[in-house]
């Protein structure tokens, strides 16, 4: 497509349950990040995919937080039994490749909110 | 942890006014600089950047100021205008030598509302 793509652009859960948030990158972009953004916080990094290499996984703020990128392209960002502090917008961002900063594409995101 | 600090956290200027935003990191190894511009509802795109071997870059009505030997970087908005009205972020660029993954980390964010 001609943009990022992430589905659903509101999710609202109750406390305990699990979800997942799915990423579209541009076509041919090979790198993609997920981040998220707390009221007043700024973006906070979570994870990085490049092509087939083993992702960057020292942003995830616990191991109830996982993420996998199949065959290059959709990604999806997993939370485990969610808890309110989980409640934010997710954001996801593609680029050409590693270090294409300047190429960051960010979708429009997933606002989880979490009851 | 490496931070960006951002201010002012909300910002309100007239129409035809200069904003100005103001970023201080601590890292000498960054090596990029974006900001990026959000509305509501939408995803941060990036607006303007500067690399550290530049002291200024503009582009339009917007202008990075860079001070390496401070660490400091601001973004001017001249002759604003209400559509501008948006949250802007600065942000930096790293390579972690760990993961040798590339990353932005960004600043807070200022509520930029300009008013007629």
């Known amino acids: 497509g001609a943009g990022v793509s992430q589905s659903p652009s509101n999710k609202v859960t109750e406390k305990g349950k699990d979800v997942e948030l799915r990423c579209d990158p541009i076509?041919?972009?090979?790198?993609l990040y997920w981040y998220r953004q707390s009221l007043g916080q700024g973006l906070e990094f979570l994870i990085y995919?490049?092509?087939?290499?083993?992702?960057?996984k020292s942003g995830l703020p616990s191991d109830r937080f996982s993420a996998e990128r199949t065959g290059g392209s959709v990604s999806t960002l997993t939370i485990q039994r969610t808890q309110q502090e989980d409640s934010a917008v997710y954001l996801c961002?593609?680029?050409?490749?590693?270090?294409?900063?300047?190429?960051?594409?960010f979708g429009s995101g997933t606002r989880l909110t979490v009851v | 942890q490496q931070q960006v600090k951002q201010s002012p956290q909300s910002l309100i200027v007239q129409k035809g006014g200069i904003s100005i935003i103001n970023c201080a990191y601590e890292?000498?190894?960054?090596?990029?600089f974006p900001w990026y511009q959000q509305f509501p509802g939408k995803g941060p795109a990036l607006l303007i950047a500067?690399?550290?071997?530049?002291s200024e870059k503009k582009e339009g009505r917007f202008t990075i100021s860079f001070n390496k030997s401070a660490k400091q970087f601001s973004l001017h908005i001249m002759d604003s205008q209400p559509g501008d009205s948006a949250t802007y972020f600065c942000?930096?660029?790293?390579?972690?030598?760990?993961?040798?993954?590339?990353?932005?980390?960004f600043g807070k964010g200022t509520k930029l509302s300009v008013i007629p």
């Open positions: 961002a593609s680029s050409l490749g590693a270090g294409d900063v300047g190429g960051y594409t």
């Open positions: 076509s041919g972009h090979t790198a």
């Open positions: 995919f490049q092509g087939n290499s083993a992702p960057d």
């Open positions: 890292n000498t190894a960054f090596d990029y």
């Open positions: 500067i690399r550290p071997d530049v």
């Open positions: 942000a930096a660029h790293s390579v972690y030598s760990g993961a040798g993954s590339y990353q932005l980390t």
